[in-house]
């Protein structure tokens, strides 16, 4: 059967794109972002997994108002990037793995999960930059196979936080079931704290963040107690992406002894948002 071998939670702002295209790296505003990565990228190395499930949120390039699934998956052979406009690089395309993406979607399914199943998908930068953080010498060929899992953060209704947190721990126990000798990393990518637009923009909350980050760490569950809107109240409109790090921890186990924290890392702001990183492995 699969193994699980971590799980890595990252914010995903499109300014990063930009950075790493001029390589910024080192400039004073994005280094405290940047140094966060080599860590992770070096544990990466050591762990080598063959495929990443990647829990994001889509923001209008493969999905738009017009049909919002609340969970979808991906099942296609490859995922293409695209222009989204934000003046960012498109990245070369991102291998699928049908046969996880199917099994994954059965054992959802029969968990009363009713995904969207997506033959074919653009990924946008909530998939591609943390990818391009984890691997940045990926070039024009990525080192894993990937499957993407998509929540819906952009259209009301919502998915609840325990909604995600079972959902997270479905799509663990999916991977554990598959019959394969692969090594998947679970990659949740959002939040943290940040409100693009509206009365409130730019606002950010380090205090809930930070309780956030240890509760993954703590107590899995914590951020369940909370309502959609509660957590839009406390985080900002976008900051709701956190609903990825939820589901991206429950893979792992749902109490704290199912999982390592191994690196975190968090700075505000980065454009807009409060960037988080954390690594866990598995404690199977
Ligand atoms: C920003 C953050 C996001 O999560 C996103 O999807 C788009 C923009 C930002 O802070 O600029
Ligand atoms: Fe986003």
Redesign the pocket.
């Known amino acids: 059967m699969a193994k699980i071998v971590g799980s890595i939670l990252t914010?995903?702002?499109?300014?990063i794109g930009r950075a790493i295209a001029g390589g910024l790296q080192g400039d004073p505003y994005w280094k405290p972002l940047f140094d966060g990565y080599p860590p992770v990228q070096k544990w990466l190395q050591e762990v080598k997994p063959d495929v990443v499930v990647i829990l994001y949120n889509d923001?209008g390039l493969n999905f738009f108002l017009d049909k919002m699934p609340t969970f979808a998956v991906g099942a296609a052979p490859s995922y293409q990037n695209a222009d989204e406009g934000w003046g960012i690089p498109t990245l070369p395309a991102f291998p699928g793995d049908q046969d996880l993406s199917w099994h994954l979607i059965e054992e959802l399914v029969e968990k009363e999960f009713d995904v969207t199943t997506c033959q074919e998908m653009l990924v946008d930068?909530?998939y591609t930059l943390p990818m391009k953080l984890l691997w940045p010498n990926a070039g024009d060929s990525w080192p894993v196979r990937t499957v993407p899992v998509c929540i819906n953060t952009v259209q009301h209704p919502l998915p609840s936080a325990k909604r995600c947190f079972k959902l997270g721990q479905a799509v663990g126990e999916a991977i554990r079931s598959w019959d394969s000798d692969a090594r998947v990393l679970v990659l949740g990518t959002?939040g943290l704290s940040?409100q693009?637009d509206g009365e409130r923009a730019g606002f950010i909350n380090k205090e809930f963040d930070l309780a956030f980050m240890d509760s993954l760490v703590k107590d899995p569950a914590w951020a369940t107690q909370y309502s959609v809107d509660e957590l839009i109240e406390k985080t900002g409109t976008?900051g709701i992406?956190l609903l990825m790090w939820v589901a991206a921890r429950a893979a792992l186990g749902t109490d704290a002894s199912s999982a390592r924290l191994l690196h975190s890392n968090y700075h505000i702001p980065?454009?807009?948002?409060a960037a988080g990183l954390m690594l866990f492995d598995s404690q199977d």
């Open positions: 914010s995903h702002v499109p300014a923001h930068h909530a959002g940040h693009l976008q992406e980065i454009s807009n948002t």
